[in-house]
């Protein structure tokens, strides 16, 4: 299925080729975790810190559970950031 | 010690400057800066004097570890009534102003009275003068800056000073010191203006040595250097992508505040974010992020440099602004954009330096922008009003044509600075404003970050994210991972996030620290630096002893549980996009349990056991 993955901050470089600024479209399996996606790509484990599906934080106890997402899903990853 | 223990007396009524001793008691109960001067200003004024007026005072206050080798130790506070929300007012600023004055051999400088006619100060170590300033007068800050570093000829001079905005009476007017850093908030520049006080030139070289155990502020500062050199956040996230990296996550959450905060996501924010900030431009190929900046003595170093792109229409004919300056920090870079739906970047960097170039806050400006820009939509205010421009949101020409003369105090431009609450008055439709206490609200919905909202309804200084930062633990996870959307739980997160700060503040250390800095790493600092023990638990208490004589003090200028009220839009108009769809404020949950956690009556007022439990004053 396809989700809409989106990789922010020092992390952008980690996306395919076919993304535009920090979006592009993945296929991910139906029964994926989000730590397969987020090996899958690079993105080291410990910089995955803010990681949202549909703008939702998720945490690091939830994301080995397989099939958490769903078709047309957005994940958004970032490093560890503030402002203010 | 590590306060020089003097103050400078300003009295710009009859002309003269005259030193005294610090209040040592005070500086054991409230630290320094915006404690130690609140303190002062609660002593020394009635709350209940006109902002604008000659009984109103004005503090520039340092901190025991502004000017000291402690990370981030550069900050000093501007602390008077202020003009916007007439409750306490309290603006920190970074840059290099404040360490300057402590080498000068002063804690603070407190102005009091006004000028016959306008006048700056200048610091030369123990010399204090008052000069005419009538050349200056009507001269936009960077203008006045250079005649004034012309004059006195000395590179290492640093100057405070106030815009052409101040000077006509804009409500939000900033104390702009080094060209772009700002005491921002509340209209702390009006009061300056008010008193005929166009600038602090200051330039110390007695250097700063009376720290109270050398030894141990050396291992302590180098500890606290480490730990945020070693946090992912303060050591690579800040000074790679500043603040700005903040305006997709508070997209992506639905809590970026849209078309005055009709909205909770902007479709534009990709293009003004911290990423569209380091990407090449078409015309030059070169990013509109030129690099990161520190202010004194700090380690992080957030600040953004920046350029405009040549070729956009706002500076095509004006190579003055071809120049790199203060750019794009989180805040005002919503407020010029998402709220106002303008998302061209070079249009928000242009606004921004016109902030900077005449000292307006930009939070309150764009802010303001964004609600005449509803009341345009809604009609209730023309082209008759604005001189012809189409004031719609979205529109990058009115964005910039408003920072203009509001700049300037030209035309409609009088009325944008009026700020939000008196213009929407003014034309009929209170309603849109979205202000607490008068000040408007900074770049966080509290419909879908509940704790956030709580803090804007009780923040001292009207709405304010800077009074008590939990969007740290909502949606960064710092210390710990809060729910935005669960209102349960969040007073204690306000609570301990407000009187955290006021201590932070009140140290003389940048609040951005404690994005890595518990009080476990700021405690052994001051203790280092300061006499006596100061423990964690006592920076605590300090912290909490401050909220609540700040609110005592607006408590005495008028102000009521009634004003810790949020605008009806978002207790009544759900969020509509997002993860915080169809949801509203909390407050009224969130208020009384706040007022409980405080230790105050059900009716906002401070219980006397409170007050004496923290010995406040009167």
Known sequence: MKITFKLYATLGDLLPSNAVRNVSTIEVPEDASLHNIIDKYHVPRELAHLVLINGVFVCDADRDQAGILKENDVLAIWPPVAGG | MSWTKKILRVNLSSGTCTEEPLNMEWANDYLGQRGLATRYIVEETDPACDPLGPDNKLIMATGPLTGTMASTGGRYSVICKSPLTNAIACSNSGGFFGAELKFAGWDMVIFEGRAASPMYLSIEDNVAKLHPA??????????ADKQLRTKHQDPQTRIAIVGRSAEQGCL??????????????????????????????????????NIDNPEAFMETTKAGKAVLAENAVTGQGLPAYGTQVLMNVINEVGALPTRNMRETQFEGAANVSAEAMAEPRKSDGKPNLTTNGACFSCTIACGRISTIDRTHFSVKDKPEYWINSGGLEYEAAWALGPDTGVDDIDALTYANFLCNEDGMDPISFGSTVAAAMELFEEGAITTEQTDGVELKFGSAEALCWAAEVTAKGEGFGRDIGMGSKRLCEKYGRPELSMTVKGQEFPAYDPRGIQGIGLAYATSNRGACHLRGYTIASEILGIPVKTDPLESEGK??????FQ????????????VFTTFAWTMDDIAPQVDAACAGDWSPERMMEVGERIWNMEREYNAKAGLTAADDRLPERLTTLPANAGPATGKVSELDKMLPAYYTVRGWNADGTVTSDTHQRLGLPG
């Open chain 2, 134 to 143: 009538d050349d200056l007068w009507g001269k936009s800050c960077w203008e």
């Open chain 2, 172 to 209: 939000y007017a900033a104390v702009v010191n080094d060209l772009h850093r700002a005491a921002g908030r509340s209209g702390v520049g009006t009061v300056m203006a008010s008193k005929n006080l166009k600038a602090v030139v200051c330039r110390g070289t007695l250097g700063l040595g």
């Open chain 2, 491 to 496: 007073a204690d997160l306000v609570k301990a």
């Open chain 2, 499 to 510: 009187d955290a700060t006021a201590a932070v503040d009140s140290a003389g250390l940048c």
